[in-house]
């Protein structure tokens, strides 16, 4: 059972165009939501998160808007560059001392030049 | 510099033939943990340790061991390898402060089991 649903599985965006990805969670118990850039041959680095109580972040390019009463969030890459492209993994962590993440299953981006 | 090192980066082994893959962190972090990652399923947690002597199983456990003797270190044992267990598996330690959480991954070990 997939707790957080992600999409697309593959985007395909031109350059300085936006890009974004979707994700939809079920469990109101999650208090943190990030997401993660993976580059080939390399390990997942977080991105950027955001917490509930907030319905946009912004950090340079990249944005997250959260809409708690519908359980979704995603993920929105202005102005987007061939070196954006990536795998990109949404995820949500419960409240608490609980260090547990539960992963939607990944986005492949990528920006044509 | 802040990092977890996984070793081996590669590795190709034979069925049934024990290996050990082995994850360090210089962060001081307490929580550590284990992924496989593969095509179309995401990553997947093995098995995790929220501290010191602290071990539990994540999603996917079958087949693997861990320990935890040390802060820094935390191998992942595959007492019996099989052909279902090629993959590409992650380390990574869990953050906390400054307003942020996450986890610092390490660069990967790409498992083949023949």
């Known amino acids: 059972q997939q707790q957080v649903k992600q999409s697309p599985q593959s985007l395909i965006v031109q350059k300085g165009g936006i890009s974004i990805i979707n994700c939809a969670y079920e469990n109101t118990a999650f208090d943190y939501f990030p997401w993660y850039q993976q580059f080939p041959g390399k390990g997942p680095a977080l991105l950027i998160a955001i917490r509930p109580d907030v319905s946009e972040k912004k950090e340079g390019r990249f944005t997250i808007s959260f809409n708690k009463s519908a359980k979704q969030f995603s993920l929105h890459i202005m102005d987007s560059q061939p070196g954006d492209s990536a795998t990109y993994f949404c995820?949500?962590?419960?409240?608490?001392?609980?260090?547990?993440?539960?992963w939607g299953l990944g986005t492949s981006l990528a920006v044509n030049p | 510099e802040a990092q977890v090192t996984q070793n081996p980066r590669y590795l190709i082994t034979v069925t049934g033939k024990k290996l050990t893959v082995t994850c360090s962190q210089n962060m001081n972090h307490e929580y550590m943990s284990w992924y496989r990652q593969d095509p179309g399923l995401g990553l997947r947690q093995i098995y995790y340790?929220?501290?010191?002597?602290?071990?539990d199983k994540g999603d996917v456990p079958e087949g693997y061991k861990v320990s935890r003797k040390e802060k820094r270190n935390f191998p992942l044992i595959l007492e019996s390898p099989s052909p279902n267990q090629t993959s590409l598996y992650f380390c990574?330690?869990?953050?906390?402060?400054?307003?942020?959480?996450?986890?610092?991954f390490g660069s990967g070990t790409r498992l083949t089991v023949v």
């Open positions: 340790s929220m501290n010191v002597e602290v071990t």
């Open positions: 990574a330690s869990s953050f906390s402060g400054q307003g942020k959480r996450g986890y610092t």
């Open positions: 995820a949500a962590q419960p409240g608490g001392n609980n260090r547990k993440l539960i």
